[in-house]
Nanobody, 117 residues
Framework: QAQFVESGGGLVQPGGSLRLSCAAS??????????MGWYRQAPGKQRELVAT???????SYADSVKGRFTISRDNARNTVYLQMNSLKPEDTAVYYC?????????WGQGTQVTVSS
């Protein structure tokens, strides 16, 4: 089953940075990828969309991450990135990528981001 594979998470201190990567199989990118999103799910909370990128490069962000996170894509590498700066403890969550709207069969394992001193 084709899906996305997220990587790059870890433990970081408040104010630190991480860069997440989302790799997809070529088959997904050639069929489905027009709009991609990064989502996150914190313990006890619903999964939320934090960043979106359209095939032409237009981006949008949730208010909670605007100015701190940057989404980008490399279609040649079938990869989407999320650069996260000025991280806060409330950014702690499992981060996922998927199309927007999300397709259930594409959810991967996610990558854990923990912001703590």
């Amino acid at each position: 089953q084709a899906q996305f594979v997220e990587s790059g998470g870890g433990l970081v201190q408040p104010g630190g940075s991480l860069r997440l990567s989302c790799a997809a199989s070529r088959s997904i990118f050639s069929i489905d990828i027009d709009v991609m999103g990064w989502y996150r799910q914190a313990p006890g909370k619903q999964r939320e969309l934090v960043a979106t990128i359209w095939s032409g490069g237009i981006t949008s962000y949730a208010d909670s991450v605007k100015g701190r996170f940057t989404i980008s894509r490399d279609n040649a590498r079938n990869t989407v990135y999320l650069q996260m700066n000025s991280l806060k403890p409330e950014d702690t969550a499992v981060y996922y990528c998927n199309t927007k709207p999300a397709k259930p069969w594409y959810w991967g394992q996610g990558t854990q981001v923990t912001v703590s001193s």
